[in-house]
């Protein structure tokens, strides 16, 4: 900047053009640098954001139960997610087929786990992977069902049907735990010494062994 008012004061018309064009070059790189000083800083960011969401635990089950608070599996990526979502499409693909054939009952798909007979009962159907040893977690939208069927993939061997009368839903599903916004029932099932439970919060374990492929649970 002096140099430019000792131009000025000489009168070197030149000078002062040069030095100008120094000075805006200088304030341009000033710019740029600042700019990618704060792309930088958003860059280091976000690397720390996504380092923390790559190790995050996934977190569907209510606090209030110890079981739940002990879950440490990693969030399902796209990848697994997808695989998931297809085994539970063909799972429940297998059950509809075996209802209409050895039973003759119409399932109508309503969306991707909730269904309906034709005589108008509504029909749950959730689907989960062993995804922790002995434990499935399993969701559906909060419905007055007729009948529930949770499916539970283990990690080896055939998937366990669990088929639930109307009579069990009305006794047992007003003390599921639920979603914050109220609209998702969470099941959470277990496997131990050959039994099959059911965990209801505040309550005590409910053996579902008898409910294993209980087709007749349909026509209650």
């Not at 002096?2 to 710019?31: W, Y």
């Not at 009948?147 to 069990?168: D, M, Q, T, W, Y």
Request: some cysteine; charged content about 30%; overall charge neutral.
């Amino acid at each position: 900047m002096e140099e430019i008012q000792d131009a000025v004061t000489s009168g070197d018309a030149r000078s002062i053009i040069a030095k100008s064009r120094l000075l805006e070059a200088c304030d341009s790189l000033a710019k740029k640098c600042s700019s990618l000083e704060a792309e930088v800083s958003e860059l280091k960011k976000a690397q720390i954001f996504y380092q923390a969401d790559e190790t995050a635990p996934e977190s569907l089950e209510p606090q209030s139960s110890v079981l739940f608070q002990t879950r440490s599996e990693p969030v399902i990526r796209d990848s697994s997610r997808k695989e998931s979502l297809e085994k539970a499409r063909v799972q429940r693909s297998i059950l509809v087929e075996e209802l209409r054939k050895s039973c003759g009952i119409q399932l109508r798909s309503i969306s991707k786990t909730v269904y309906a007979t034709e005589n108008g009962k509504t029909v749950g159907m959730a689907f989960a992977t062993e995804r922790q040893p002995n434990k499935w977690f399993l969701g559906l939208p909060h419905a007055d069902y007729s009948c529930i069927v949770l499916i539970c993939e283990p990690n080896v061997g055939a998937a366990k049907r669990f088929i639930f009368p109307k009579s069990f839903c009305q006794e047992h599903i007003p003390r599921l735990s639920k979603s914050k916004d109220d609209n998702q029932l969470k099941f959470n099932v277990y496997h131990k010494n050959g039994q099959f439970g059911f965990i209801i919060p505040r309550s005590d374990p409910v053996n579902i062994n008898e409910f294993l492929e209980r087709f007749d649970a349909f026509q209650e």
